[in-house]
């Protein structure tokens, strides 16, 4: 089974969180961790310094097991 990466983009100042959103599957719960703090930082680092500061932009993820996204079988 797929471990799937969601992320959610929340503003303490508005007190609301954007819907999450599914970035990717991975192989396994560590790689998507890695892959989580990557995505976080990328996303971060695009937002901007400013628009970080002035919104309170706090950017969440999850990683969890998707029954839904089979594991590839060898062949």
Do not use: R, W
């Amino acid at each position: 089974m797929k471990v799937a990466l969601i992320m959610i983009i929340c503003s303490q100042v508005a007190g609301e969180c954007m819907k999450p959103h599914l970035l990717s599957h991975h192989d396994t719960f560590y790689d998507c961790l890695i892959a989580g703090y990557e995505e976080a930082k990328n996303k971060t680092e695009e937002l901007g310094k400013s628009e970080v500061s002035k919104n309170e932009i706090v950017i969440k993820f999850k990683c969890y097991y998707d029954s839904n996204e089979p594991e590839k079988k060898m062949a």
